[in-house]
C-alpha cells in the first residue's frame, strides 16, 4: 500500500517475482486518504477471494511525501503487522514509480512527485531498478541543470513541464509496482527499509510558538 501522493493505492501479491499481483486498487483523491484505504484493502482482498488472516507480510511506500497523507499508510501498514503478527517493510515511493515504467524509458531517468509549496520530491535512476541518488526536495527551478534533457516520471514532472519537457508514466505509484519490487528484492535477499517516514522537511502544519495564557477568574 502507498499513501505518500494524492493516491490511495492498493494491491495484493503471491509474493513470486514473476508473478503479477492478485488484485490492485487505485484511487486518487489528496483529501481522503483515511476514509479510503482500509476499503480498498478489504476490495482487494475480496477480489481475490482472500481473507485478511492469509496476509504473510504487509509492504508500505515510505514516502517521501507529506505528512498527513503519509502517515496514514504506514500507521495503518504498522497496525496490520502488530494485530496478524507479520512483517512490515518499507519502500521508497520513488522506487515504485520507478519500477512501474517498467523499462520503457531507455537510460537514465528521473521520478518527480508533487511536494507542495512549489517544490518537488525526486531522485535520479539508472534504470527501472536503480536508483543513483538519496531522494531530495527542491524547487524545479534549482534542478534545471541537474534532469536536463532526461525523461522523467510522476506528477510532479507533469506539473513542471518547462523542467521536465519529456514526462512519462506513471504519475503516481501503483501498488502493484511496489509489491511487485519488493518481492522481487527480497526473493533476491535484498533488506527493505524499515517502515518509517521519509519526510526530507517540517510538516506543514505547525504547533504554535506561543500560547494565549487563560487564567480563571
Not at 527499509?193 to 506561543?210: E, I
Request: proline letters at 11%; a negative charge.
Amino acid at each position: 500500500m502507498d499513501t505518500a501522493t494524492p493516491a490511495v493505492t492498493v494491491a495484493l501479491h503471491d509474493g513470486d517475482p514473476a508473478s503479477p499481483a492478485l488484485a490492485a486498487s487505485h484511487q486518487v483523491d489528496a483529501r481522503r486518504h483515511g476514509e479510503l484505504l482500509l476499503p480498498a484493502v478489504d476490495r482487494v482482498l475480496a477480489g481475490a477471494g482472500r481473507g485478511l488472516g492469509e496476509l504473510t507480510g504487509v509492504v508500505v511506500g515510505v514516502g517521501p511525501g507529506p505528512y498527513t497523507g503519509l502517515r496514514v499508510g504506514l500507521v495503518t501498514a504498522e497496525v496490520l503487522g502488530m494485530t496478524l503478527g507479520i512483517p512490515v517493510y518499507g519502500l521508497c515511493t520513488l522506487d515504485g514509480i520507478a519500477y512501474a515504467t517498467g523499462g520503457d524509458v531507455d537510460g537514465p531517468f528521473v521520478v518527480a512527485t508533487d511536494a507542495r509549496r512549489k517544490e518537488v520530491y525526486w531522485a535520479r535512476y539508472a534504470d527501472a531498478r536503480t536508483r543513483l541518488t538519496e531522494p531530495a526536495v527542491d524547487r524545479p527551478a534549482d534542478l534545471a541543470e541537474q534532469v536536463a534533457g532526461l525523461p522523467a516520471a510522476g506528477a510532479g514532472a507533469e506539473l513542471y513541464p518547462e523542467v521536465f519537457p519529456d514526462a512519462r508514466p506513471p504519475a503516481h505509484p501503483p501498488a502493484a509496482a511496489l509489491a511487485a519490487l519488493a518481492a522481487e528484492r527480497l526473493a533476491a535477499g535484498a533488506e527493505l527499509l524499515p517502515p518509517r517516514p521519509l519526510y526530507l522537511r517540517r510538516p506543514d502544519a505547525q504547533v504554535p510558538a506561543a500560547y494565549k495564557a487563560v487564567t480563571p477568574r
